[in-house]
């Protein structure tokens, strides 16, 4: 596995960064592919615990997700805590072929948009025609009480899908 670790030293508790680490590398052992993942920013001291657990889960069901499609020699997951913006980002991306779609990956999406929803984030899917599909999930990383109502006008929409199709 190609790994990129941007960001300040890794503290001791690597808790988070460990966890990512690990999720990718057994769906890399899975898949057969070698991914790229790349890991950048404070992750293990800048995300809150709350927020840490549903980051890994919405890795789970984007991976799980790939794990969906055909023919993947490509995979790469981006985890980034971006300071200036003041967010999480995670982009998993392959490319394969979306072979199966149905209750499974409808489920894995559902959880995705529901997390995004708790922390006042979004995410979203971009599906090639062509093959490779791009899950996208950002969060705030100070998002105040999750499930609370933020003020109008702030934060992103909770849900943020759309389809790319290339002729």
Known sequence: MSETMAGPELTERSYLRSQLQQAVRRTAAHLGVEPRLTLDGPLDTLVPDEIATDLHAVLRAALANVATHSHVSELSVEVAADLGAGELHLAVRDDGQNVRRGPASDTGLADIAAAARR?????????????????????????????????AGTGQPAVRVSEARHV
């Open 119 to 151: 922390w006042h984030g979004g995410y979203s899917v971009h599906v090639q025609t062509e093959g490779g599909t791009e899950v996208r999930w950002t969060v705030p990383l100070s998002p105040g009480v999750p499930g609370r109502p933020m003020p």
